[in-house]
Nanobody, 123 residues
Framework: QVQLVESGGGLVHPGGSLSLSCVPA????????MGWYRRTSSDKQRAFVA????????TYAEFAKGRFTISRDNTKNTVTLQMNNLTPEDTAVYYC????????????????WGQGTQVTVAS
């Protein structure tokens, strides 16, 4: 499985901003979808944050609308999440995801993940 590598997490004050980046550890075919998920300390599973298709269509979770912006570079196969006006509720581990190929019922045959990057929003 190809590893995705996230970066950009850290400690930020409420109202602040962070930009997360994700890059594949090796060359890959441009994924159909690239996106971001997150998991808080109390979550049992990762929650969807935002995604962008290869063609540029974006989808955002309700909590991300108006605050987060996803972008990707189909040449480098990188994806970025710009997060503004952060709140303590945004504290979580943020994971990069890439999907491609056939849908197998629960996931795509290509489903790559990173190890996550910690975002902590606190005074």
């Amino acid at each position: 499985q190809v590893q995705l590598v996230e970066s950009g997490g850290g400690l930020v004050h409420p109202g602040g901003s962070l930009s997360l980046s994700c890059v594949p550890a090796e060359n890959i075919k441009t994924p159909l979808v690239m996106g971001w998920y997150r998991r808080t300390s109390s979550d049992k599973q990762r929650a969807f944050v935002a995604s962008m298709t290869r063609g540029g269509s974006t989808t955002y979770a309700e909590f991300a609308k108006g605050r987060f912006t996803i972008s990707r570079d189909n040449t480098k196969n990188t994806v970025t999440l710009q997060m503004n006006n952060l709140t303590p509720e945004d504290t979580a581990v943020y994971y990069c995801n890439a999907e491609d190929g056939r849908f197998l019922g629960t996931k795509y045959e290509t489903d790559y993940w990173g190890q996550g990057t910690q975002v902590t929003v606190a005074s």
